[in-house]
């Protein structure tokens, strides 16, 4: 079997191939803004609400803490009040799940098959007894 | 013409190899020069996840996997010693396309988090100048400044860049021990209020596991000193002692860090602070510790951002050198021995994600590259064993209790999946495409320029079951 030659890319498209990735990559970047990614919430009434540090349910030494740090009732209110949603939708788990082993499964198939091309190439194509024991 | 042109350029470009000057402690500045950032800024995000006790259990479950990633590491790289770490070894124990994507894996989680790092940087210089009375600094100069002289300090050559690295990062390290002695930690309650300031966990179980994504930030990057492999006098001694060194160093720097923080800090505010151990040297109100954890946390960010563009660059150059990305950038200074155009290149990427203020998606991309790489790392390794088993060839290094690392490592990374899914579910998804869409370019387009033979350089057998 002959060795494979490959093709010989012209500067052109070479810039061409390394535009196209860095499109890719701020492409990737910006669609989670579209879909809204971010599950943290602040309830609006709470926002528009009066505090003290006693509706905060904040401690005398946690209070310290927090005027330490150069932050009063509301500015701490604000930050207290900011929670993580991790209500779980089933349908969007599975989806990624599936994206997630569906991608690994391609690359080490697609993977497996290139391999075996390099290593036919490197150390010649034939019938090794590895390959024999391989395919028993 | 043109193939014998392109042939005997190739052949100039291969014939210059990079200097082998690096030792073990040059490995451990890499490694831990890359992620001791992650003490001062980063890591606090598990606390806004999963609370103060959430973000300890998450110290230590993803330290454990990390350990994981550092006894396979230093076996696998101790014994494919070449530029490119990670990506060297897919393309000699998986396949092409599987190294396409870890270059990809690391060139991403490298310049992404190197834009982070200068962050850091000019935010902290518009911090101090309004500290002092400048208010209204523009940090994106000190953002480009910094990139800019890191990437001359990287063409310069790797053994005054990684030699500057282990002295900032030795300085950050001792920044962290001379905080915790400032705290006095043998009187409990004194400074330290833990007994007040630890709370039950806010979101329960739950967001103990969403805690582990942003506990990644302790050691991400750590891995890197792979990279260093193709530079190192000798790979078999030095890559295991500086890794395996360098997350020991981690360990203790992210108990001394939680310890510290979550005693002076309620758990709310350091779940959304920008520079936590700064803030918990404002709180104690010593201005010489102040001082020292400023320039700590500048150091750590230099030192991140500088080992960073050490690895970003040679996982690129690596890939143009064997034809993955364009060939253009597999070249090697004359001089110098350093990747230079892959270094240049990268320089205006870094700037522009720093500069998109997306900091939040920049940082996961980072974190979930990384997380990709370690999933394939417990691939490969059971792979490596089966294909060459340990009389077959001579290993620098022989991890313990195989394969119970690597099932370990796939075990922890499919969790931390699941705790990126919870709140960041659409950046997993996106990112998740961009490396789909990636692999099918290079299955279609790029696999035609790559040289089948080329892919596999070790003077190794023929591999069992091929």
């Given at each position: 079997m002959s060795n494979y030659i490959p093709k010989i890319q012209h500067k052109r498209g070479q810039l061409f191939d390394s535009l196209f990735v860095l499109v890719l990559v701020y492409v990737s970047l910006y669609i989670p803004l579209f879909l809204e990614s971010d599950t943290k919430s602040v309830d609006e009434t709470v926002l528009t609400q009066a505090h003290t540090w006693e509706s905060l349910d904040v401690s005398t030494v946690e209070q310290e803490q927090w005027q330490k740090l150069g932050f009063d009732e509301t500015a701490a209110a604000e930050i207290i009040n900011d929670k993580f949603d991790y209500t779980i939708n089933p349908v969007m788990l599975v989806i990624t799940a599936l994206v997630i082993i569906g991608y690994f499964f391609f690359v080490l198939r697609v993977s497996q098959k290139q391999y075996r091309e390099v290593i036919d190439e490197k150390f010649g194509h034939g019938d090794t007894q590895s390959d024999k024991e391989a395919t028993r | 013409m043109s193939n014998s042109t392109s042939t005997s350029t190739a052949g100039q470009q291969q014939s210059i190899s990079m200097l082998k000057v690096l030792n073990p402690f040059h490995v451990w500045a890499l490694g831990v020069g890359i992620v001791l950032v992650g003490e001062f800024m980063g890591w606090n995000f598990s606390v806004a996840k999963g609370g103060a006790y959430g973000a300890l259990i998450a110290c230590w479950v993803i330290g454990l996997l990390y350990s994981c990633v550092a006894m396979i590491d230093s076996e696998v790289t101790s014994t494919v010693a070449?530029?490119?770490g990670q990506y060297t070894q897919a393309k000699h124990i998986i396949g092409p396309l599987m190294a396409f994507n870890v270059g990809l894996y690391l060139v991403m989680a490298y310049t992404m988090l190197e834009a982070a790092d200068a962050l850091i940087v000019g935010d902290l210089m518009s911090a101090v100048a309004a500290a002092t009375g400048y208010e209204g600094l523009n940090p994106q100069p000190f953002v480009v400044l910094t990139i800019a002289f890191l990437a001359w300090l990287n063409y310069r050559g790797v053994f005054m860049t990684l030699t500057v690295n282990f002295v900032i990062t030795l300085f950050a390290f001792l920044a962290i021990i001379a905080l915790f002695i400032g705290t006095d930690p043998l009187n409990p309650g004194s400074v330290l209020k833990h007994s007040d300031l630890l709370t039950e966990l806010p979101y329960g179980w739950i967001g103990v596991v969403a805690s582990l994504q942003f506990g990644m930030w302790y050691y991400l990057?750590?891995?890197?000193?792979?990279?260093?492999a193709e530079e190192v006098r000798s790979a078999g001694r030095a890559i295991p002692l500086g890794t395996i060194g360098g997350i020991l160093t981690l360990l203790v720097a992210a108990t001394l860090t939680w310890y510290i923080s979550t005693g002076l800090m309620p758990w709310q505010y350091l779940g959304q602070a920008t520079t936590p151990l700064y803030d918990a040297a404002s709180i104690i109100g010593n201005p010489s510790l102040q001082v020292v954890l400023f320039i700590g946390t500048m150091f750590a960010a230099i030192a991140s951002a500088n080992g960073c563009i050490n690895d970003a660059a040679r996982a690129w150059f690596s890939m143009g050198r064997d034809r993955y990305?364009?060939?253009?950038?597999?070249a090697i200074h004359p001089?110098?021995?350093?990747?230079f155009r892959a270094i240049i290149f990268l320089i205006p990427i870094a700037v522009s994600f720093a500069f998109t203020g997306l900091l939040d998606q920049v940082i996961t991309f980072s974190i979930l590259s990384g997380l990709l790489g370690y999933t394939f790392m417990s691939i490969n390794m059971i792979k490596f064993r089966k294909m060459w088993p340990l009389d077959v060839i001579k290993r620098g290094y022989i991890h313990p209790f195989h394969p119970i690392p690597a099932l370990t490592l796939l075990g922890l990374c499919s969790v931390v999946y699941f705790a990126t899914f919870l709140g960041y579910g659409a950046s997993l998804l996106s990112i998740m495409a961009f490396y789909i869409v990636a692999s099918v370019w290079f299955v279609m387009r790029?696999?035609?320029?790559?040289?089948?033979?080329?892919?596999f350089t070790m003077p190794w057998p023929r591999p069992k079951g091929y």
């Open positions: - | 070449a530029a490119g990057g750590i891995e890197g000193t792979c990279q260093a990305m364009p060939t253009w950038f597999g001089h110098y021995r350093t990747p790029r696999y035609q320029f790559v040289k089948r033979g080329d892919q």
